[in-house]
Nanobody, 122 residues
Framework: QVQLVESGGGLVQAGGSLRLSCSAS????????MGWFRQAPEKEREFVVCISRGGGTTLYADSVKGRFTISRDNAKNTVYLQMNSLKPEDTAVYYC???????????????WGQGTQVTVSS
């Protein structure tokens, strides 16, 4: 069982930056592929980015490529999402997720956090 807790969301102006964190419980964090997803009002949850167990491989959605960066610190059981050049269309609840399967852009992750709100004003 893994419990995930996101933090770092908030209100930012367009063009600004935020850094999200996701802390995981347990001693097996390094055995999980970690992902970030987001869900805007009245829209389906969508993939943002994921990172391999060791951090050497990442997959990004085209919409965030070049602006967002995922990283992880297995010693701290934490995954991060650095978001730069934010746009109003990035406004959503951001969720981190964990899976013991391989890198995937689908929502078939085993564990999910409660989400953190990111609001980008124009």
């Amino acid at each position: 069982q893994v419990q995930l807790v996101e933090s770092g969301g908030g209100l930012v102006q367009a063009g600004g930056s935020l850094r999200l964190s996701c802390s995981a419980s347990g001693r097996t964090f390094s055995s999980y592929v970690m992902g970030w997803f987001r869900q805007a009002p009245e829209k389906e949850r969508e993939f943002v980015v994921c990172i391999s167990r060791g951090g050497g491989t990442t997959l990004y959605a085209d919409s965030v490529k070049g602006r967002f960066t995922i990283s992880r610190d297995n010693a701290k059981n934490t995954v991060y999402l650095q978001m730069n050049s934010l746009k109003p269309e990035d406004t959503a609840v951001y969720y981190c997720a964990a899976t013991k399967n391989g890198l995937t852009t689908t929502t078939v992750y085993d564990y999910w956090g409660q989400g953190t709100q990111v609001t980008v004003s124009s």
